[in-house]
Every structure is written in C-alpha cells, then in structure tokens.
C-alpha cells in the first residue's frame, strides 16, 4: 500500500489552496493530490460557478493572486420587491476559474506536489491513518487527510457522519445576453426562498442563476445548463485525528450570498498550517473563532426565507449605499435591525 505524509481529496479551490500551501510550508512532506475528473470534465465541473471573488480575499491568500481574469467588478447592484435598485461599490473580480486553479495546481506541482487522477470510494481509519480505497483497485495510507471532496464529500459522510444545515441546490445557466461588465446584479424576493437571482458577466456572454425551480430563463439563448448543490452554515466538527474537512465539504458557503471560492480556499490553507505546524486542534479553533463561521449569517438567511414580498419592499426602502441611510433605517425599523446589522459583514466576508 502506497503511503503519504498528506493525501487531498479533490483538486478545487480547497484542495488546489490545501496542496500549495503545503508544499510552500514544507519541502519535505510528501503530499499526493487525488482529483476524479479528467480535464475535461475538471473544466466543466468548475466553470459551474459565478466565478466572482474579492478583491479581499487574495489577502488572506498571498503569495496566491488574482489571475485569468476575465472582469474587474466594482459595483453591486441588488433589485429589491417595489422596485428598488440599491447600488454599492464592491471590488473583485470574475475569473476563468478553471484555468486559475490549473494555475494554482501547477505552483503545487512545481513545489514538488504529486496528482493522480483516480476516485476515492471508501475511507477508513486505522492506527495509523486513513486508508481511502480508490476505484482503479488501488489502496493508499493517508498520515494526515484533508477531505476537499465539495458538497457531497463521501468523506464527511462516512467519516463524520454530518450533513450540511442547509442543501441549496441551484440551477445556473450560461446564456447569450450582456449584463454590465463590472456588475454583479442579484434580484432579491420571496420566491427565492432566502436564496436570490444572480446575473454576472462572463466574456460575452452571462450566467444566469437561481435556487432550483424559483425561476426561468424562458426566452434567452441558453447555452449550458447545470445544477448544483450549495452546503451552508458550517458543521459542528471539522477535524477529528488527522482528518480535516474544507471548504464545501465542510459547508463553509457564506449562508447570506452563497459565496464559497475564498473560504474554501483560505480553509486549505489553514488546514496546512495546522499540519504543518503540529496543532490540528488549530483549525477547529479557527474556524469556530473566525468571522466567517458567524451564526448571524445563518440566522439573516432563514429570516429572509421567512419573509414576504412586502416585507423585503419595506426591508429595502429608502436603503442605500450611504451610511447614515442605513443608520436610519436601522433605528426606524427595529423588525429589520438583524438584516441590516449583517449586510455590511457579509459583503466583507461572504465573497
Ligand atoms: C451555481 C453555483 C454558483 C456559485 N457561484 C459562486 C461565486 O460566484 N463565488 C463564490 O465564491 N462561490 C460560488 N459558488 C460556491 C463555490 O463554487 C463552492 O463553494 C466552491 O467550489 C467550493 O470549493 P471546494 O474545493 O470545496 O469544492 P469543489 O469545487 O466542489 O471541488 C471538489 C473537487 O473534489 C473532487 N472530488 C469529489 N469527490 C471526489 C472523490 N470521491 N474522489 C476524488 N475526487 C473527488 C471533484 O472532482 C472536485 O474537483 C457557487 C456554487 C454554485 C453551485
């Protein structure tokens, strides 16, 4: 049986981040990377994304930056029930996702970083480690595990037996009509179910999402179609042993915007740090400590899945960019205080 000092399951943005900072931190520490996809189906299973991300969230990245970029966004624009269309400055960026994280991989690569294209169908503990059973027949001993196996990571369900607190499955469509280059527009209302309607740019075309059968394309060109499960609102346990789950395995998608690239990413990295540093109980103190991991995010989705469209009308009156609207829309209108105490947070955390 095959043995490594680390062994990843999945080569996303958690895995992909996990592999890179670990060979960064150690030149010594074999680690292999296992990804099932060939690269074609690698290409489409990660273009299924809005492929938007922060300007912020390269700082907790670095040396890691922005690269295939295909937009700069520096404005948010959300639609509201009544009408209201509130705009705010937000400086990211979409990127050819696909391709930055075969960037990502060939640093990973380049440090030293073994991959092999191969599935994980079974993982079990044993004194010493996690033995995962691939489906070429072969057997590999992982020391330390890092279970970035996104939303439906059968290391997390057999390993530690939790399942998200929130499944949004989402249906995202690529279709032939331009929305403004440097916007991200999200459509706000009771049929999402706390969830929202996303148009973002991409090339020359866009893509176009919702929450699965809240809404339609009727009427665009549709290009490609996918749908795709969204885990939300984090789990009670991330590491047990040597054994650690990131990213949408560990349903680190913000709750409020659904946001998840960053935080997957930055979750490989901590979990590096952690075995790097000899502390895995770090990267559950992390994540319970970090602002990322704030309850209030979960409690602000399920009111505004509670909420009707008159309530979202009057939720978004007289809301704007401006800080003393805010002030006052928070004093007049004490209902809404929890959503308007988390909008700012999640525009800071939640992409
Ligand atoms: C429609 C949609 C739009 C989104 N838009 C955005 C957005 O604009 N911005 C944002 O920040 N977030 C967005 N997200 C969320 C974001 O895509 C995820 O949170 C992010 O991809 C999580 O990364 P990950 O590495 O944890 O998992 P994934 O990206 O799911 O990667 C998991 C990898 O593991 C591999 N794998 C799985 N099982 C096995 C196995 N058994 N053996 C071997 N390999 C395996 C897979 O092949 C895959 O490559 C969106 C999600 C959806 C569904």
Request: proline share 5%; glycine share 10%.
């Amino acid at each position: 049986m095959d043995e490594h000092d680390a062994v990843i399951v999945g080569a996303g943005p958690a895995g992909a981040s996990a592999g890179f900072f670990l060979r960064s931190g150690s030149e010594d520490l074999d680690v292999l990377m296992v990804d099932r996809l060939d690269d074609a189906k690698y290409a489409r299973y990660h273009r299924m994304c809005g492929e938007a991300i922060s300007r912020a969230a390269f700082k907790d990245l670095a040396p890691l930056t922005p690269t295939n970029v295909v937009h700069n966004i520096s404005r948010m624009r959300e639609g509201w029930p009544g009408g209201a269309m509130i705009e705010t400055r937000a400086i990211g960026y979409i990127l050819d996702r696909p391709a930055f994280l075969r960037g990502v991989l060939e640093r990973y690569r380049s440090l030293g970083g073994k991959m092999v294209r191969d599935a994980v169908e079974k993982a079990e503990a044993d004194g010493k480690g996690t033995v995962l059973t691939m489906t070429s027949g072969k057997s590999i001993r992982a020391k330390h595990l890092i279970a970035a196996d996104g939303a439906r990571s059968l290391i997390r369900r057999t390993l530690f037996r939790e399942e998200p607190p929130v499944m949004m499955w989402t249906e995202q469509h690529l279709i032939r009509r331009r929305v403004p280059d440097d916007a991200l527009t999200f459509l706000q209302a009771e049929r999402y179910k706390g969830g929202y309607r996303w148009e973002f740019p991409a090339g020359e075309l866009s893509r176009v999402g919702f929450p699965r059968g809240t809404d339609s394309v009727e009427g665009e060109e549709v290009v490609e179609t996918h749908q795709r499960a969204i885990p939300m609102g984090g789990l009670s346990t991330l590491m047990r042993g040597n054994v650690y789950l990131v990213g949408d395995a560990a349903a680190m998608a913000n709750p409020l915007t659904a946001g998840g690239i960053r935080i997957a990413m930055l979750s490989g990295r901590k979990a590096a740090e952690a075995i790097l540093g000899g502390r895995p109980e770090s990267y559950q103190r992390w994540w319970s400590s970090s602002p990322f991991s704030s309850q209030r995010f979960m409690r602000a989705f399920l009111k505004l899945k509670a909420m009707t469209d008159d309530d979202y009308e009057r939720a978004a009156r007289g809301l704007g960019s401006d800080p003393l609207r805010l002030a006052w829309c928070y004093l007049s209108r004490p209902e809404f205080r929890d959503l308007y105490r988390t909008y700012a947070p999640s525009g800071i955390y939640g992409w």
